[in-house]
Nanobody, 130 residues
Framework: QVQLVESGGGLVQAGGSLRLSCAAS????????MGWFRQAPGKEREFVAA????????YYADSVKGRISISRDNAKNMVYLQMNSLKLDDTGVYYC???????????????????????WGQGTQVTVSS
């Protein structure tokens, strides 16, 4: 049974930092690209960042470039989201997601599209206050 468990969310003042973690189990983690998405109240779920299976490629939403960094540790089955210079608009529930790739392009493939991901965590709340 695949499980993705997010942690590290909380309440932080604008300009502050948080590091989210996602622990994966029940899958061959190194064969999955990983993504982070977020959903603010009354809004659709949106892409934040993604990382390919070997960390050779990452991709970020324009709204978070330069402030947020995604990384992974395949030996620990973990993916992280380091968030700096947080803004009020960063408030939301943050979800970790996993997408399996196969084939010759699998090592650098990733996706920004939520419905392409195979597995999802339950989310962790991030609230940025003024």
């Amino acid at each position: 049974q695949v499980q993705l468990v997010e942690s590290g969310g909380g309440l932080v003042q604008a300009g502050g930092s948080l590091r989210l973690s996602c622990a994966a189990s029940g899958l061959t983690f190194s064969r999955f690209a990983m993504g982070w998405f977020r959903q603010a109240p009354g809004k659709e779920r949106e892409f934040v960042a993604a990382i390919a299976r070997t960390s050779d490629r990452t991709y970020y939403a324009d709204s978070v470039k330069g402030r947020i960094s995604i990384s992974r540790d395949n030996a620990k089955n973990m993916v992280y989201l380091q968030m700096n210079s947080l803004k009020l608009d960063d408030t939301g529930v943050y979800y970790c997601a996993a997408k399996y790739y196969s084939g010759i392009y699998a090592y650098t493939a990733l996706s920004t599209v939520a419905n392409e991901y195979d597995y999802w965590g339950q989310g962790t709340q991030v609230t940025v206050s003024s």
